[in-house]
DNA sequence: CGGCCGATCAGCT
DNA sequence: GCTGATCGGCCGA
């Protein structure tokens, strides 16, 4: 590894590469999942966690995708990047979300990191959340989770497989709960798009932003 | 320009 | 479950 990365903590072993997120936007969506993401913040202060829920955005065909029928504009231009990019918006006024980059180049697919589990950092998390939360809420949904991490349009297009501020990395250990899918949660009408099943999450895991009721436990209580 | 809407969240009913 | 907050982006006139 660079000296640089040394001197930052990188593992280059556990690092996701190019070749990791060159791929269609559902496979990418399954395989985020139980991946550590890390952020570094301007000082140096490390924050980490493992991803519990993931989205995919398919491509031009798809109609929820901020790219549907082929859109292109100055702010959904990363979506046509290169793949391991990643792809920040503002919404709603007051909310960052993060995505993934994948495909082909040209090729507008996607992921979008939903959720969470903390693992490091906390107290940074929590301070820049800015209210009382608890450690599994503090990344529990996309724009919570930008905000815990300081991700703003600032790291749109930054390149997840060099960046010193933001990546992925392989993660030994277990992951507590079956991974299932879902519909995407928060669309619009846009056909057969919004019950579609591309969103990915751990059953159980506490820092889930929505429980779906399709794997709501039989006996288990409203949630 | 004007107007509408959103890949959300928190707080209340 | 419902709604207000809050504003950049986008599209249509």
């Known amino acids: 590894m660079s000296q640089r990365d040394h001197a930052i903590g990188v593992s280059d072993k556990r690092r996701l590469g190019r070749r990791f997120f060159a791929t269609d936007a559902e496979t990418l969506a399954a395989k985020l999942i139980g991946m550590k993401l890390v952020r570094v913040l301007a000082g140096g202060s490390r924050l980490e966690g493992i991803v519990v829920e993931t989205e995919a955005y398919l491509g031009v065909h798809d109609l929820a995708s901020h790219a549907a029928k082929g859109r292109r504009t100055l702010r959904?231009?990363?979506?046509?990047?290169?793949?391991?990019?990643?792809?920040?918006?503002?919404?709603?006024g007051m909310h960052h979300c993060v995505n993934v980059v994948c495909g082909a180049e040209g090729e507008p697919a996607a992921v979008l990191v939903r959720a969470m589990e903390p693992i490091g950092g906390?107290?940074?998390?929590t301070r820049a959340r800015g209210r009382d939360v608890a450690t599994h809420e503090l990344c529990r949904g996309p724009g919570n989770l930008c905000r815990a991490l300081s991700i703003d349009r600032d790291l749109d297009g930054?390149?997840?497989?060099t960046s010193t501020r933001l990546w992925f990395e392989r993660c030994k250990g277990k992951q507590a709960g079956p991974v299932v899918r879902?519909?995407?949660?928060?669309?619009g009408a846009v056909g057969k798009w919004r019950s579609a099943p591309l969103r990915w999450l751990i059953d159980g895991?506490?820092?889930?932003?929505?429980?779906?009721?399709?794997v709501r436990r039989p006996g288990g209580g409203s949630r």
């Open 158 to 161: 930054e390149d997840l497989v």
């Open 76 to 92: 959904n231009e990363t979506m046509y990047g290169r793949p391991g990019l990643a792809y920040v918006y503002f919404t709603y």
């Open 182 to 187: 879902s519909p995407r949660i928060g669309l």
């Open 205 to 214: 895991n506490p820092s889930v932003s929505r429980v779906p009721k399709a």
């Open 122 to 125: 906390v107290e940074l998390m």
